[in-house]
């Protein structure tokens, strides 16, 4: 054989016979060390799994809770808001009806002004002067009857123009003021 036929790597070599290699039997000692080591691996990792479910769980609490004081804040907040907008609003009503108020009071007294000038004598007398040109009365244009007089029928005037009826004093002024508007 050749140099290259012996030392080329790349041939294909025979079967080899199949057969189960033996194990090294170990000590028992180094078994039970074995034994022990994996036994103390496994409760390692499971005391591991534990702190990380329990941690896990330490922090599903601390976010509900956290969420929980955020909602009630919110809520407190929300609730402290409507009730300031309630208030502002309720303020706005108030300012609105005490300038009504204000507003009916001047034409109430605008109002009361306009039927005690209607209701005053003195003022219905002045008006009537100013618009009508009616003169006030002199002294001698008076005439003064009791009601006692007229009872009894004794006036201290026999004229009959002194004891006219109420309609026929209404009608005599009248048609003066009719007469002095008129030309």
Not at 48 to 63: F, T
Not at 147 to 173: K, P
Request: glycine share 4%; charged share 25%; proline share 3%.
């Amino acid at each position: 054989m050749s140099y290259y036929q012996d030392g080329n790597l790349a041939r294909p070599l025979e079967d080899l016979a199949p057969y189960a290699l033996p194990e090294k039997s170990q000590s028992p000692d180094i078994v039970e060390a074995q034994k022990r080591a994996r036994r103390q691996a496994l409760q390692r990792e499971a005391a591991v799994r534990q702190e990380y479910k329990a941690a896990g769980r330490l922090h599903a609490r601390s976010l509900v809770r956290l969420v929980l004081v955020f909602a009630l804040l919110s809520a407190a907040l929300g609730l402290t808001v409507w009730r300031s907008a309630k208030i502002t609003e309720m303020s706005f009503f108030n300012a609105g009806l005490s300038r009504q108020i204000r507003e009916l009071e001047e034409q109430n007294v605008i109002l009361q002004d306009r039927v005690s000038g209607k209701a005053s004598l003195h003022v219905a007398r002045e008006e009537a002067v100013a618009q009508l040109g009616m003169q006030k009365a002199s002294a001698g244009q008076v005439h003064v009857l009791s009601a006692i007089e007229l009872r009894q029928g004794q006036a201290a005037f026999s004229d009959s123009q002194v004891l006219m009826t109420d309609q026929e004093c209404q009608d005599l002024l009248e048609s003066w003021v009719l007469g002095q508007v008129s030309p």
